[in-house]
């Protein structure tokens, strides 16, 4: 499964849209880029996953790149509730998911 | 609906002896992950099970882990003589799907070795 490179942390202000990237150069044909996220102490949450076109979901937005080799995860409007670190995942067709370090974000009032 | 739960939540264990770790998948969900988390580390996986086939433990860091699915529903990790090393949250996830669903991850179990 290809790599992902993601900043380690964001600031994001209460209502505004959170804009978090994910570069996966070496992503090919048949992989899918996934998102989830990890509130403190819990387990990851699924947010929303696509292969070529953008996808919307009622969590989030998810904008990829003509060439595929970047994404953007977008929160439409952030919540104090929102605060967590949030993965970038590209997957083959095997069934693990191959977690980076991703990006803690934080949402502040 | 019940989601993914695990038990215990908590675990302190001294170093050498055995522990069990139970996993609760969601009901009819086909395909069930193990995944350890290290501190400040995202999830690692350790192994996957197919109902109760046993597909792929590459991600198991010795012999001294053990999974078992016997009958395709509740999952059971085993660490015997664990060590300080293992100490880590161990997050079990379940999907419907055999290939790129999406995967229900439960609360999961820290593991103290002292």
């Known amino acids: 499964d290809a790599k992902t490179t993601q900043p380690p942390s964001m600031d994001c202000a209460e209502g505004r849209a959170a804009n978090l990237p994910c570069n996966h150069s070496t992503i090919s044909g048949n992989e899918y880029v996934y998102w989830y996220r990890q509130i403190h102490s819990q387990g990851p949450q699924y947010i929303i996953h696509?292969?070529?076109n953008n996808e919307t979901n009622e969590m989030a937005s998810l904008i990829i790149t003509e060439d595929r080799k970047s994404s953007t995860l977008i929160l439409p409007h952030a919540t104090l509730r929102d605060t967590a670190v949030y993965y970038c995942?590209?997957?083959?067709?095997?069934?693990?998911?191959?977690f980076g370090q991703g990006t803690e974000l934080s949402v502040k009032p | 609906g019940a989601g993914v739960s695990q038990s215990p939540r908590y675990k302190v264990a001294k170093r050498g002896q055995d522990v069990a770790l139970r996993c609760d998948p969601i009901s009819g969900h086909v395909s069930l992950f193990w995944y350890q988390q290290a501190l400040g580390q995202g999830p690692e996986f350790l192994t996957y099970f197919q109902n109760e086939a046993q597909l792929d433990k590459s991600g198991l860091p010795s012999d001294r882990f053990f999974a078992e699915r016997p009958e395709g529903s509740v999952s059971t990790l085993k660490i015997q003589r664990t060590q300080q090393e293992d100490s880590a949250v161990y997050l079990c996830?379940?999907?419907?799907?055999?290939?790129?669903?999406?995967?229900?991850f439960g609360p999961g179990t820290r593991l103290t070795v002292t």
């Open positions: 696509g292969l070529k």
């Open positions: 995942i590209v997957r083959g067709q095997g069934g693990k998911l191959i």
């Open positions: 996830a379940s999907s419907p799907r055999t290939v790129l669903g999406e995967q229900y």
